[in-house]
């Protein structure tokens, strides 16, 4: 089959020139008073794709998707678009703070070309969509950052194009929103339209994206399969936490505690075949009668891959923990434990991510780039 691209960037550049002082526009352009936001980009996009664009605050995702779609020039190189093109790029750019979400529904229709005609057979399904009926008349100015980004991100949802540009839109939105906003991208897919998508989302990425660029200092340095390239992305964001954490003093985590129970002398140990966590529980006497201890296992994305309870009957002023689990359990990877523990009287106590740990079992799996809990007893069948 013949690639159809919709979207190429070639060497495209972008500088901004840092004033300084009242006269500034007096003042040369020279190197040191320019700021490089994009430096060389180059990247092709085919019909019917689902990009993800990640990297840090400042490294060029929104640069690169307002000179995409036009809002600004490129200092140098050039972008091919091939289709008619929609962005969300600022959240709240094109609205007016002090029209109402209707009239701003207008306001911004119009700006994308569509008809007035139009716009009025688009006015209920936008507004059933963004879930803000009860908020229509309310002027924009006082909507929180989630509702703003619901109702921008419904709006170009259903404007008809051939290529559509969000950046950060889901933003302070609930998991219901954003699994309707994720169907409703899958659904513009199947229908031949090109997405690109910006977050600092994993689950966003991986949930929507069938190629994920990684952009620093702006260039791509990662141009591929999404689960790698969040990988790269945590690698590269992990790097930033370890200089930080070097950088201060040393934090104890070895013990958490909260009013009346602690937990303390919480390890880790690798006997390899298995994981072993360890800790000891410190109770004030009396004071509970019950309760349950939580582990939680999270993968490198954050994301919860398995969990394990232990119910205690009686809860004693010191007891020791310890909880054994395969290797084999899980792929190779990073993970994050976090404890937590529901007590009678009622009382629930969460300590997020006590510890990490790597599996690395230097065996090379098919699908090691998938961090996760691996199906080892899975059945196959194939029939040809």
């Not at 980004?149 to 290529?163: E, F, H, N, Q």
């Not at 954490?245 to 013990?255: A, H, T």
Request: proline fraction near 3%; charged fraction near 20%.
């Amino acid at each position: 089959m013949d690639r159809k691209i919709v979207i190429s960037a070639q060497n495209l550049k972008k500088h901004y020139f840092i004033s300084k002082g009242l006269f500034s526009f007096l003042q040369k352009r020279e190197k040191n008073n320019i700021i490089t936001v994009l430096n060389g980009i180059n990247l092709e996009i085919d019909k019917g794709e689902i990009l993800g664009i990640i990297g840090r605050n400042g490294s060029g995702k929104s640069t690169l998707l307002k000179v995409l779609s036009g809002v600004t020039s490129p200092s140098g190189g050039k972008a091919i678009i091939n289709g008619k093109i929609v962005s969300a790029i600022e959240v709240a750019g094109g609205f007016n703070p002090d029209l109402n979400a209707l009239e701003n529904i207008r306001l911004l229709g119009r700006i994308w070309g569509v008809s007035t005609k139009e716009i009025h057979k688009l006015e209920s399904d936008i507004i059933n969509f963004s879930r803000l009926k009860e908020f229509i008349y309310l002027p924009v100015k006082k909507f929180s950052t989630g509702m703003v980004g619901r109702l921008a991100a419904s709006i170009i949802i259903y404007i008809k194009a051939d290529i559509y540009l969000f950046d950060e839109v889901l933003n302070g939105s609930d998991q219901l929103f954003k699994r309707q906003l994720h169907n409703k991208i899958l659904n513009l897919q199947s229908n031949g339209s090109t997405i690109l998508f910006a977050t600092h989302n994993a689950t966003d990425v991986l949930a929507l994206c069938n190629r994920v660029i990684l952009i620093d200092s702006g260039k791509i340095i990662f141009n591929g399969n999404a689960f790698k390239g969040i990988i790269q992305y945590r690698k590269l964001i992990q790097a930033d936490l370890s200089k930080l954490i070097l950088s201060q003093p040393i934090v104890n985590i070895n013990n958490v505690k909260s009013n009346n129970i602690s937990f303390n002398h919480i390890k880790m140990i690798s006997t390899g075949e298995c994981h072993q966590l360890s800790l000891t529980l410190l109770a004030a006497p009396g004071f509970y009668s019950q309760g349950t201890v939580h582990i939680i296992i999270n993968n490198a994305f954050d994301i919860p891959v398995g969990h394990t309870s232990f119910f205690m009957e009686k809860i004693p002023e010191k007891c020791n923990l310890s909880c054994n689990f395969p290797l084999t359990l899980l792929t190779d990877g990073i993970y994050t434990i976090s404890l937590a523990a529901s007590l009678i009287p009622e009382k629930w106590m969460f300590f997020p991510r006590i510890l990490e740990f790597e599996i690395k079992t230097n065996i090379k799996q098919q699908n090691d780039f998938i961090p996760g809990i691996s199906l080892t007893q899975a059945k196959w069948n194939i029939s040809c």
